[in-house]
């Protein structure tokens, strides 16, 4: 198991931290430890893989900041040299509470699902992908909470804790985890992150009703029974 609570001196560059710490293609801009906590840059897309773990799960805490924006910062796994994965982002703001949160195949969104977390305090991001077959199931969870995605289909509204990404979708099957800690080139307040770790968690319990990723939209797939 790999963890990392970035404590160093200020101003050194995450990959000195720790040489594990890898950017990637066209997520370059600098992490560097502040506070013993990982600061993100600004005005530059940044995303880091830890290259030391295999893990399909990765969480981190989103420290509380007041003058943050959405869709720019959030958690990966199966990360790749030029890929940032699947990964989950705090994607909708309304006043100081995120209430949205949404899964992305590296740039592309794929499903989201309605959440309360506010800015004001830290957040806890956990995203998972577990092998089914040769599909993969994607899950999410904002400060403990699984994060329900929806799907409206014909009037009718479906929703349920799992996404699938099918193997006729090419799915991510490896690669590490990790953080993105910006993306987007637009002004935005440097971002804090603390208490990185590639725990490993097992599937939740419950009955489950799953969607399918096809063409960067959610499809209905059938119920899953825990």
């Not at 963890?3 to 990959?15: C, E, I, R, V």
């Not at 989103?62 to 030029?82: D, E, H, I, T």
Request: aromatic fraction near 8%.
């Amino acid at each position: 198991m790999a963890s990392d609570s970035f404590t160093n001196s200020n101003g050194t560059a995450l990959s000195t931290h720790d040489a594990n710490w890898s950017t990637v293609t066209g997520f370059t801009g600098s992490v560097t430890i502040q506070s013993n906590q990982a600061r993100g840059p600004d005005f530059a897309n940044s995303a880091y893989r830890y290259t030391a773990s295999s893990s399909d799960d990765s969480q981190v805490v989103k420290k509380a900041q007041a003058a943050l924006g959405n869709n720019r910062y959030g958690v990966s796994v199966r990360m790749g040299s030029a890929s940032i994965g699947y990964s989950l982002r705090l994607r909708t703001l309304s006043g100081d509470n995120f209430t949205e949160a949404a899964i992305y195949k590296h740039t592309t969104f794929v499903g989201s699902g309605s959440i309360s977390a506010s800015r004001l305090s830290d957040i806890t991001l956990r995203v998972q992908a577990t092998t089914n077959g040769s599909d993969q199931d994607i899950r999410a969870w904002v400060n403990g909470s699984a994060v329900t995605f929806g799907y409206s289909e014909a009037g009718t509204t479906y929703s349920g804790t799992v996404l699938t990404d099918p193997s006729a979708n090419t799915p991510i099957t490896s690669g590490a985890p990790g953080f993105i800690a910006n993306n987007g080139s637009a002004a935005q307040a440097e971002t804090y992150f603390d208490d990185w770790d590639d725990l490993l968690g097992g599937d939740p319990e419950g009955s489950l009703i799953q969607g399918k990723l096809l063409r960067g939209g959610l499809l209905l797939g059938g119920v899953l029974t825990r």
